[in-house]
């Protein structure tokens, strides 16, 4: 990471860290006051959307219901697949924890960045002390997109939404297999919002 000016911020984003074991460690040894922002979404969706990105770059893969179970009679879930461990939140935030105040974390509604972009933007323009510059102006709701996108991207005064990696439509997932994954994900993330004192009502 490049040294760092007085008024300026360097921001990295890179969403494997968060479940990388070694990451907090290596980050806290390069500056221990680096502030962390995670965007969680429901583990469900999450494991579903992580399904369809693998499924648009390698079309031969088995189906999501094959992946999930270990055993698809008892119902065991492979917890190995990675689409189903990074939703494992508590687990992983336990991790940085070791080596982070949890005041130094900063954890992102991804179902509120889609219903509620300016809000969620306060709350990181809080965290990282700047003036809340992006307000509800910045956005509208692009009907083809099904997403809000930026009236005006940056240097530009064109609207930018984001490309086409990004809001995919999902396969058809049996009401049996997401009903089962959402029990086992019911317990962490219960651990998660005790944890992050916010409740991300993913289990309602
Ligand atoms: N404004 C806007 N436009 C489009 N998409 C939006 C937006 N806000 C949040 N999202 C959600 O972002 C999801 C893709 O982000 P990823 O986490 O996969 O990105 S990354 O690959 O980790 O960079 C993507 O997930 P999928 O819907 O599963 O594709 C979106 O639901």
Redesign the pocket.
Known sequence: MPKTLEGQITME?T?SYFVTREAPARISAMSRDTKLIV?V?DPV?RA??DY??TLSKKPDIPSFESLTFKNRTTGLIDTSWSAIQIGIYAKHLDNWLQYFPSEQILFVS?ER??SD?AGELGRVQDFLGLKRIITDKHFYFNQT?G???LKKAEGSSKPH??GK????T?PNIHPEVVQRLRDFYRPFNMKFYQMTGRFFGWDD
């Not at 990696?165 to 995919?168: A, I, L, Q």
Request: net charge positive.
């Open positions: 984003k969403p965007v979404r969706t579903i959307s369809t990105q991804g960045l889609i972009p997109k997403f809000p996108c939404c984001l990696t990004k809001g995919r999902h």
